[in-house]
């Protein structure tokens, strides 16, 4: 179905209600002196807007405003993941220190904008559109980043993505009005149908791709365009960190999904699909995906920052995802979008750990990690192992069941070789990660190092996050089948 | 000599290259963020001549009045940023302005 404006707005509550939320925050911040309840009213707001994307499911699929946005099942399944980010960000927020210095009101606005930027990024089907949700991710991210007062290394950080991001989403536009200029529109579904006619030069066509993939590939945290990553990931407060890696990590795999996937391949037999004869993308891409994967896990090795190192092993995991695209069928598909859900859960574990470690220390340097776990804080340092090897890999923990859908989609896809490279990254990886667990467990403190006590807000959210991670590692079954059924394009 | 849709893409295609020399070679934050306006506007060249010499509709024209509005989104958080840059580290030049590293 296409429908007008009017008749699309039924089908829109969960955007709608995230910006009523946005705009109700900014009055809200100007009447009421007590900024605590800001957060709650956030919260509610994504709540009611994850609701309502429930409701979605299963009632209809089509072009929303005369095709610029798609409701299908893989835009809502983006949609859940965006708002399970932010809410459980919100979640982290409230527990951490460093949020309290910043403006309450401004920063749950600007999230929830981001939030709702990641929405459309998911579901936009028009050049035009892909760019606009694109760019309303980037410019609330600087904000977030840069949003500590009078902090040297947040206001580099900031300053540093604005000018890579400003690159790269300037290369992307320019690689998109070749597009346009080929085929004269911008809209995704006519584009597919001229670009298979096969009139286009190949040689241009490759090329604009390849600016395209700045622009997503700097989203997504793709070598050579993650450069911004490690600095951006260690000024921005730690809670933004944790959204960046995982939300507008995710947002940038949907857009390149859609875009090279329903707008430029055609759906063949059997779950694949074909991409443009005679441009040599998907060979590309796989050289992207070993370099990336290679080059996170190489320079994770000597970190010594905590943030920093969680930024490199988080280039790594692009590069693992980026394994599932190569493939191009939906058996690799479906394995990136498990590894997404899973490696949500893991890294904002992850992150959280450092949020309490810093809390109580005001350090983020594996040092400060030393003897956790004697140090009155045994609940977390338990809970960051099976964080850090469930990034790792290692049964039985989801980390292990998502790489290992992946690992098998590569290799049925008989790409050998990428398949050893990523196994050797595996082990490599393992050697960063359990040298913070043995740090935690097996060193013991000094008499310098701090106690560190949980704050009552953070403990549920912990272990909210720590039994999935163990529960879906054992038993994948439901969200296996949930990632499954969200692999439904709306082509025509 | 008619000016025709190729004198419009060599035009872009220059200002793109300027843009990221700029980009690349520029110290001072405020040069930089102007390199960044000319590769934005390298595009619009593009979509403004596509649009008139070979799709014959509009929509490449929209489009390049969305990135008018939205490099002047990013030219007032970047200018925002530079600010509070400059408020910490007493100039703009972003290689003195250099904290964070391996």
């Known amino acids: 179905m296409d429908l007008t404006n009017l008749e699309s707005l039924k089908y829109f509550y969960p955007e709608i209600i995230l910006s ?32 309502a994307t429930l409701q979605l499911y299963g009632t209809s699929e089509g072009w929303l405003f005369h095709r610029m946005v798609v409701l299908d099942n893989f835009s809502l399944f983006f949609k859940v993941v965006s708002l399970l980010a932010v809410l459980l960000v919100i979640w982290m927020s409230v527990g951490c220190h460093e949020i309290r210095q910043i403006y309450q009101g401004e920063y749950y606005t600007v999230l929830l904008a981001s939030t709702l930027g990641m929405f459309f990024m998911a579901s936009s ?57 080929m085929t004269g529109s911008l809209d995704y579904a006519v584009i597919r149908e001229v670009l298979h006619q096969g009139e286009a030069n190949r040689l241009t066509l490759f090329m604009a791709f390849l600016f395209i993939l700045s622009g997503f590939g700097y989203k997504a945290v793709f070598v050579p365009f993650h450069m911004w990553s490690p600095d951006v990931y260690e000024g921005a407060p730690t809670p933004i960190t944790a959204f960046l890696s995982v939300g507008s990590n995710a947002a940038g795999v949907a857009i390149m999904i859609r875009f090279f996937f329903p707008a430029v391949s055609h759906l063949g037999e059997g779950g694949n699909w074909d991409f443009i004869p005679g441009v040599e993308w998907p060979h590309f891409l796989l050289m992207v995906s070993m370099v990336t994967m290679t080059l996170g896990n190489l320079c994770a090795l000597g970190q010594q920052n905590v943030k920093r190192l969680l930024a490199y092993s988080g280039i ?34 992850a992150f959280l750990v450092v949020i309490i470690v810093s809390n109580a220390t005001g350090r983020e340097d594996i040092e400060a990690y030393r003897g956790l776990a004697w140090r009155g804080a045994a609940v977390p340092a338990t809970c960051m192992a099976i964080f850090l090897f469930s990034l790792a890999g290692l049964p039985p923990l989801a980390g292990f069941v998502g790489k290992f859908f992946l690992f098998a989609a590569v290799i049925k896809g008989e790409f050998y070789f990428l398949a050893v490279v990523a196994i050797i990254n595996s082990v490599i990886s393992l050697y960063y990660y359990a040298l913070i667990v043995k740090t935690m467990f097996l060193d013991f403190p000094e008499p310098t190092d701090q106690e560190v006590a949980m704050t009552p807000t953070v403990f ?12 879906f590692g054992i038993y994948w079954g439901p969200l296996f089948h949930y990632t499954n059924q969200s692999l439904g394009f709306f082509i025509k | ?53 070979s799709s014959g509709n509009v929509e490449g024209q929209i489009y390049a009045i969305f990135v008018i509005m939205l490099a002047a989104a990013e030219a007032a958080i970047g200018l925002a940023i530079v600010l509070s840059i400059f408020q910490i580290f007493h100039t703009i030049d972003v290689e003195a302005a250099e904290t964070l590293k391996e």
């Open chain 1, 460 to 471: 549920p959210l912990l272990l909210i996050l720590a039994i999935p991670t163990v529960f």
């Open chain 1, 125 to 181: 089907t028009n050049l035009l559109m892909a760019y606009l949700s694109l760019e309303l991710v980037s410019l609330t991210s600087y904000i977030l980043t840069g949003s500590l007062h009078h902090n040297r290394r947040s206001s580099e950080a900031a300053l540093k993505y604005l000018i890579y991001g400003g690159v790269a989403s300037g290369s992307m536009i320019y690689g998109m009005s070749w597009i346009f200029g």
């Open chain 1, 316 to 349: 790594a995991h692009a590069g693992y995802i980026l394994m599932g695209l190569v493939v191009l069928n939906n058996i690799g598909l479906r394995a990136m979008l498990f590894y997404i859900v899973v490696y949500l859960i893991m890294n904002l574990g």
């Open chain 2, 1 to 53: 000599m008619a000016i025709g849709l190729t004198h419009y893409l060599v035009i872009g295609g220059i200002l793109f290259t300027l843009g990221l020399f700029i980009v690349l070679t520029r110290r001072n934050a405020i040069s930089i963020l102007m390199g960044v306006e000319l590769i934005l506007n390298s595009a619009n060249i593009n979509y403004v001549a596509f649009s008139h010499f």
């Open chain 1, 20 to 51: 009523g939320t946005v705009l109700l925050l900014v009055i809200l911040d100007l009447v009421i002196q007590n900024k605590r309840v800001l957060a709650p009213f956030a919260a509610l707001g994504c709540l009611l807007s994850l609701g």
